[in-house]
């Protein structure tokens, strides 16, 4: 408890809860020279950035706290072995990673949500809540009003799969009656996106955004029946502002 718990809990707190702050100056140096073209750059900037900064945060972290137990480690006054110091070692690198697992998978999920924040709050589009009564299971991290007073709802994951069993349910008729035009969802991962999930969510009024230089996203563009499922994250912020 003294050496191994309760210096992890230390440790961990000093570590970032979110990547916002490694990302938000790249971010907007990338639309101030390059403008919305570039938003699919920006997106995969921002994910790989949070990402080394996070992780280098962590290291330095586990790097400090290892020491510092190895230091508290050799001056027990009980007696023990090697195979007892490999064992309490060990215990204590494995003990630090489950935790930063578990910081680290929150934190993951939260990045895209964070930085469609940031586009949001760039380019002074307004948000709004989710339509009144509106009581399915879905997660939307982001609405916005259109003109004619329909909403579009905007899911931000780096894959569908932790939202696809969710999100199979929202029938075109469910939307309509909320006044929800379509769900947009941002994915930058799209290795998992088969064609029929995009085919089955896209004749409910769901639409992927992609990077362009995708695979997923070429073959689908081209696609007769699916080029009207997909989008090229590039557009994002021009079909936000045709809409409102």
């Avoid at 920006?42 to 290291?59: N, P, Y």
């Avoid at 480690?73 to 690198?93: E, G």
């Avoid at 009003?145 to 569908?160: A, E, F, N, Q, Y």
């Amino acid at each position: 408890m003294k050496y191994v718990v309760a210096p992890i809990n230390h440790a961990l707190s000093l570590i970032p809860s979110d990547d916002k702050k490694f990302c938000e100056t790249a971010a907007k140096n990338i639309l101030d020279t390059f403008g919305e073209e570039k938003i699919a750059l920006l997106i995969e900037t921002w994910d790989s950035l949070g990402i080394k900064g996070c992780l280098d945060a962590e290291r330095t972290s586990v790097v400090e706290s290892f020491i510092k137990f190895l230091r508290n480690l050799s001056s027990l006054k009980i007696s023990h072995s090697k195979l007892d110091d490999a064992m309490m070692m060990t215990a204590f690198v494995q003990e630090f990673e489950r935790r930063l697992g578990q910081k680290r998978k929150a934190r993951g999920g939260a990045s895209l949500e964070t930085v469609a924040d940031f586009i949001f709050n760039y380019y002074e589009f307004k948000s709004t809540n989710e339509p009144s009564h509106f009581d399915q299971d879905i997660e939307v991290d982001k609405w916005f009003k259109c003109r004619d007073g329909w909403v579009v709802g905007i899911s931000c994951k780096r894959t569908l799969r932790e939202r696809w069993k969710q999100l199979s349910q929202a029938d075109r008729g469910t939307l309509s009656h909320f006044k929800i035009r379509e769900l947009w969802h941002l994915i930058t991962f799209d290795k998992d996106l088969s064609d029929d999930k995009i085919v089955r969510l896209g004749e409910q009024g769901q639409i992927f955004y992609l990077p362009d230089t995708s695979e997923t996203y070429k073959k689908c563009s081209a696609h007769p029946g699916m080029k009207n499922y997909v989008r090229p994250l590039n557009n994002f912020v021009s079909d936000i502002r045709q809409l409102i």
